[in-house]
């Protein structure tokens, strides 16, 4: 199955914020979509991605006056991404390689979505469970 699948599944809708973004707005912003990171867009595209986990580790490193600084203080930059033509296993390899939760999707240099440790989770399911159904319907034919 490749990334497209997924983002066709799920979606592509993607919640950004920019580098001036505080954490306090962040933190809102997360809250708001329930999810757990957010892409960081700048002028020219792809500036970071920044998580729950950036803010705590940061939070516990720096204290409170943390959450009235932009997020461009704690955001990753050296982002992992993929492409809609990546297989499912190539990016989970990805993730697990770098140890990441999130990967952006570009699409010719542009954010086409946003795949989610759980969104390979829940592939991996499905495929799972259909294999399961092939197999099961295979051994009852006889």
Known sequence: MRIADVLRNKGSAVATVTPETTVTELLAGLAEHNIGAMVVVGPNGLAGMVSERDV?????????????????????????????????????????????????????????????????????????????????AYISRG
Do not use: N, Q, W, Y
Not at 101 to 107: T, W
Not at 116 to 136: F, P, Q
């Open 56 to 136: 705590v580790r940061k939070l516990h490193e720096r204290g409170a006056g943390l959450l009235a600084r932009p997020v461009s203080e704690i955001m990753t930059t050296a982002v992992v991404t993929c492409t809609p033509r990546d297989s499912v296993d190539d990016l989970s390899v990805l993730m697990t390689r770098h140890r990441v939760r999130h990967v952006p999707v570009l699409e010719r240099g542009r954010l086409a979505g946003v795949v989610s440790i759980g969104d390979v989770v829940k592939t991996r399911m499905e495929e799972l469970e259909e294999t399961h159904e092939h197999l099961a």
